[in-house]
């Protein structure tokens, strides 16, 4: 969100409409032009464009870590942990990376958006579990900050899709080419992947 004002810099006649949506998304029965998703980037009918590995950070406020400061992995258990709906077991995952018994997991509530979590986190209610990329904003404001650097590798990346097959609009072509040249800076260098219906 925060470097789309430099898209509309670029392409000041190009509207961008956003919307946040749980699961699969269907191009032809939702209205979409293009969706960002996260996976192994088969989609069938749709070309994928590869942005940026995922790798999941710990994150706390600096309040809560200077009051109950986290020196080891199990020091997590003493924290309500944050989860997002759509990865609520990624917590799970995290434990399980550091060969900790899942079943001492403090479960805290859990938010349809990340930015939605990211400020639950901010303002002390628990410890998150998010995107690297997602949070580097806050990370480098101070607003949040590593619990424990123990990130999580999912093993997923983040792709711009794409309808296969149809000549893509103007607007769409200018989206993708913007994105990639971010992702190319931002990250590593994306690649195409298409997958025929």
């Given at each position: 969100m925060p470097r789309l004002s430099d898209f509309y810099k670029r392409h000041p006649g190009v509207l961008i409409n956003l919307h946040s949506r749980i699961?699969?998304?269907?191009?032809?029965?939702?209205?979409?032009?293009?969706?960002?998703?996260?996976?192994?980037?088969?989609?069938?009918?749709l070309v994928s464009y590869k942005l940026c590995d995922e790798t999941l950070l710990p994150i706390i406020s600096p309040s809560i870590a200077q009051t109950h400061p986290i020196r080891a992995p199990r020091d997590l258990t003493r924290h309500l942990l944050l989860r997002v709906a759509a990865r609520s077991d990624s917590w799970i995952r995290w434990f399980e990376d550091q060969q900790i018994d899942e079943r001492s997991i403090n479960v805290g509530p859990q938010f349809e958006l990340t930015?939605?979590?990211?400020?639950?986190?901010?303002?002390?209610?628990?410890?998150?579990?998010?995107?690297?990329?997602?949070?580097?904003?806050e990370l480098a404001s101070g607003a949040v900050m590593l619990a424990i650097d123990r990130p999580l590798r999912t093993g997923l990346s983040y792709y711009l899709f794409l309808p296969a097959g149809d000549q893509p609009l103007p607007q769409s072509v200018a989206?993708?080419?913007?994105?990639?040249?971010?992702?190319?800076?931002?990250?590593?260098e994306p690649h195409t992947v298409s997958h025929p219906r």
């Open positions: 699961g699969q998304f269907d191009f032809e029965h939702n209205g979409i032009d293009a969706a960002i998703g996260v996976g192994d980037g088969a989609w069938p009918g930015s939605h979590l990211i400020e639950a986190v901010s303002s002390g209610i628990g410890i998150g579990l998010v995107p690297s990329f997602l949070v580097q904003d989206f993708r080419e913007w994105i990639l040249s971010r992702a190319q800076q931002d990250f590593a």
